[in-house]
Structures are given as C-alpha cells and as structure tokens.
T-cell receptor, first 108, second 111 residues
Framework: KNEVEQSPQNLTAQEGEFITINCSYS?????LHWLQQHPGGGIVSLFM???GKKKHGRLIATINIQEKHSSLHITASHPRDSAVYIC??????????FGTGTSLTVIP | GAGVSQSPRYKVAKRGQDVALRCDPI?????LFWYQQALGQGPEFLTY????????KSGLPSDRFFAERPEGSVSTLKIQRTQQEDSAVYLC?????????FGEGSRLTVL
C-alpha cells in the first residue's frame, strides 16, 4: 500500500516547456513537501505547504486538501531542472511518507 | 553545523560484517529521521527520534538494524551481519519547525 502516489514516474521535456508533476495521498496530513534530488546528490526541500499555493521563481506548488492532491509546476523549464522530484507528506503522527519520485529530464 | 552531516559517504562491506552510519543533525533540531533509499526508489522510513527518545522504529526491516541517539543530537544507525539486500543509500533528516533537512546520505554496498 502506497500512502503517496506520484505521476508520471518519468518525464522528458524540451527546454522551455511547462511541466506538471502530480501527487495524491491517502492519509491525513499536516503538511506536504516537494523535494528535489539531483543524480548522486542530496535531497533539498523545495516547498512545504498545507494549503493553497506557493511560488518560488519558476516553481509553483499547489495543494487541494479536500481532494488530497498536490501539483508541482515548472515554468520555462531548463536542463538544470533535470532531477528527481519527490512528494512527501507529514502525517498527524509526525511520520513522513514519500512518493517514489518523478524523474525529470529537460532536453536543450 | 550548517547542515545535516552524514558519514561515511560511501561504505563497502563484506556480507556478514557490521556497519555503523553516523548522522550529525542541524544543531537544535529535535526531530531526526532515518530513511533507506534503494536505487530508483523513493526514501523508505526506518525510524524516528524526538530528542533521545526513539518514538517509532516500525520501519526497521529486521532486528539486525538498530539506531540510537543517546544525547539527543548525533545518531548512529547500526546494521549487524549485513546482507546484500541492505545495499542502499541511508538518508538522515532533521527537523525543527516541520521543514525537513536532509544529509547527503551514506551509500552502503554489501558484497
């Protein structure tokens, strides 16, 4: 049973394209995180959100609590955006559940 | 320190050896998490500490895995009698206000 499901698993885009990665979860949460992991690199936190929408540069994250769904959007994608994007939710019990990640490749 | 520090970054062990992986969280962070990440997979929860108390160890895959955080700061994940299926990246994360900060991970290869 996966508490967090992400789609797509793999995504290839041309530079400049608008990208959407989706995350659905089945547990009650206090917060949802979007994380970025570059090949061979550590994981960095992009967003932590519990409602609405957040924007940072070309990245936008939205969450719909009623539908238990979140999206991560990348506008004007660039090859340096190539990474694995992971959705993680923090339950009321302070446990984190992770999706398996979406591997994004942006081609110049 | 400025971030979460893990050591060693890479460890090769022969099957049956014991290994110890260290995590230095961000100073003052109460919560500390250990995760196991197999190749091509997302992180899988192993265990969680709040200060020195191990509040959840439900993710530890077997009794060969043991974690401690005796003084509420540095944590050690110990794996006894390593098996090939233990090969993975072991990630440590710390948190204070809910935001997660990850270390670079310790990549364990069991031959």
């Amino acid at each position: 049973k996966n508490e967090v499901e992400q789609s797509p698993q793999n995504l290839t885009a041309q530079e400049g394209e608008f990208i959407t990665i989706n995350c659905s979860y089945s547990v009650g949460i206090s917060a949802l995180h979007w994380l970025q992991q570059h090949p061979g690199g550590g994981i960095v936190s992009l967003f932590m959100l519990s409602s609405g929408k957040k924007k940072h540069g070309r990245l936008i994250a939205t969450i719909n609590i009623q539908e238990k769904h979140s999206s991560l959007h990348i506008t004007a994608s660039h090859p340096r955006d190539s990474a694995v994007y992971i959705c993680a939710v923090k339950s009321a019990g302070n446990q984190f559940y992770f999706g398996t990640g979406t591997s994004l490749t942006v081609i110049p | 320190g400025a971030g979460v520090s893990q050591s060693p970054r890479y460890k090769v062990a022969k099957r049956g050896q014991d290994v110890a992986l260290r995590c230095d969280p961000i100073s003052g962070h109460v919560s500390l998490f250990w995760y196991q990440q197999a190749l091509g997979q997302g992180p899988e929860f192993l265990t969680y500490f709040q200060n020195e108390a191990q509040l959840d160890k439900s993710g530890l895959p077997s009794d060969r895995f043991f974690a401690e955080r005796p003084e509420g700061s540095v944590s050690t994940l110990k794996i006894q009698r390593t098996q090939q299926e233990d090969s993975a990246v072991y990630l440590c994360a710390s948190s204070s206000t809910g935001e997660l900060f990850f270390g670079e991970g310790s990549r364990l290869t069991v031959l």
